[in-house]
T-cell receptor
Framework: AAGVIQSPRHLIKEKRETATLKCYPI?????VYWYQQGPGQDPQFLIS???????DKGSIPDRFSAQQFSDYHSELNMSSLELGDSALYFC???????????FGQGTRLTVV | GDSVTQMEGPVTLSEEAFLTINCTYT??????LFWYVQYPGEGLQLLLK?????DKGSNKGFEATYRKETTSFHLEKGSVQVSDSAVYFC?????????????FGKGTLLTVNP
């Protein structure tokens, strides 16, 4: 069965650089979520989209932005990267809001 | 706000031992409840779910029952295996309204020794 695809799997950036993470949800899923997971931490909600519109916002820094495109894939843009942004970034999708979310393998971002 | 509280780990068991990981949630709205498992270096995998009171989710020998009266969703397995070693996250998801996100507990690291 198709799963959530995230790219890249690993990314190394320098401080103050910009990073773009991509997420391709499971076909026919209309909701996408982004989470950030620090080492040994639980996933922290960043932002979600329903039918290409932002539906909820969590603890996402102003330096980050995200959008969902007409083909339902989503991108998380991160600017002015800081060392503290180093983490695993997960994307998840749901067939409709309020149901279980299926997670991708994540993108490990390292800021040096 | 919405929150999930899990028993703190780590939990270390011998193979074939009985497992319980406690989870309680805040009683706001009508949440769906989930257990996710994360193996080392991997993403979160849905283990089981329950969408209303008294529902029992089960998968791979794991079970959890949605208890509205105690606002709990404890994870249990009768006989754990070494391959069950992972981090387990309890999570809640609101049904209805405009708050479409999963809220996770802090996670419980389970290590099963042969």
């Amino acid at each position: 069965a198709a799963g959530v695809i995230q790219s890249p799997r690993h990314l190394i950036k320098e401080k103050r650089e910009t990073a773009t993470l991509k997420c391709y949800p499971i076909p026919r899923h209309d909701t996408v979520y982004w989470y950030q997971q620090g080492p040994g931490q639980d996933p922290q909600f960043l932002i979600s989209f329903y039918e290409k519109m932002q539906s909820d916002k969590g603890s996402i820094p102003d330096r980050f932005s995200a959008q969902q495109f007409s083909d339902y894939h989503s991108e998380l843009n991160m600017s002015s990267l800081e060392l503290g942004d180093s983490a695993l970034y997960f994307c998840a999708s749901s067939p409709y809001q309020g149901t279980e979310a299926f997670f991708g393998q994540g993108t490990r971002l390292t800021v040096v | 706000g919405d929150s999930v509280t899990q028993m703190e780990g780590p939990v270390t068991l011998s193979e074939e031992a009985f497992l319980t990981i406690n989870c309680t949630y805040t009683a706001t709205g009508y949440p769906s409840l989930f257990w996710y498992v994360q193996y080392p270096g991997e993403g979160l995998q849905l283990l089981l779910k329950a969408t209303k009171a008294d529902d029992k989710g089960s998968n791979k020998g794991f079970e959890a029952t949605y208890r509205k009266e105690t606002t709990s969703f404890h994870l249990e397995k009768g006989s754990v295996q070494v391959s069950d070693s992972a981090v387990y996250f309890c999570a809640r998801h609101n049904s209805g309204g405009s708050n479409y996100k999963l809220t996770f507990g802090k996670g419980t690291l389970l290590t099963v020794n042969p």
